[in-house]
């Protein structure tokens, strides 16, 4: 767990405070949605359901249920900077071959290819990018107290 709340700050700028992973929101909802599927049965009247024309899609029921479970484990322990998220991180890799606290402290992030990658899996509004001008200009303390008011 974090000390600071600046701990939760990840070395590209992403706020393990906002992570669905790391507050377990989308596994807590997921559990909850099985337990209530589970005690109605629903795996099981799923096929007689699959025959209804208006509740066809429940043919894909198996398929819906993998992704549930699934869900149920988008857990992370631990913040970016204790270990959590990906260990083959490159983005950590490379911020702690230079030495730095993060990649706001780089003055290449704009422009970094390895930051890029967090595009690829779905940070398309570049979040990464706003919130480390954000803590570059205003400092991380002054970035997480923002994120809490």
Not at 31 to 53: M, Q, Y
Not at 110 to 135: A, F, H, M, P
Request: net charge positive; charged share 30%.
């Amino acid at each position: 767990m974090a000390k600071r709340k600046t701990d939760l700050i990840a070395y590209c700028g992403l706020y393990c405070a906002e992570c669905p992973a790391y507050t377990k929101s989308i596994a807590n909802l997921a559990g909850d949605l099985h337990k209530e599927l589970s005690r109605n049965k629903l795996d099981e009247i799923a096929p007689a359901l699959a025959k209804i024309p208006q509740f066809s899609a429940f043919k894909h029921y198996q398929k819906f249920a993998d992704l549930l479970d699934t869900m149920m484990n988008m857990i992370c322990k631990k913040p970016c900077r204790a270990g959590g998220g990906s260990p083959d991180c490159q983005i950590r890799k490379c911020v702690k071959e230079k030495g730095l606290v993060g990649c706001w402290q780089c003055g290449d992030f704009q422009k970094c290819k390895t930051l890029k990658l967090l595009e690829k899996y779905g940070d398309v509004d570049k979040t990464y990018l706003k919130n480390l001008r954000k803590i570059k200009r205003q400092g991380p303390a002054a970035f997480v107290r923002a994120k809490t008011l």
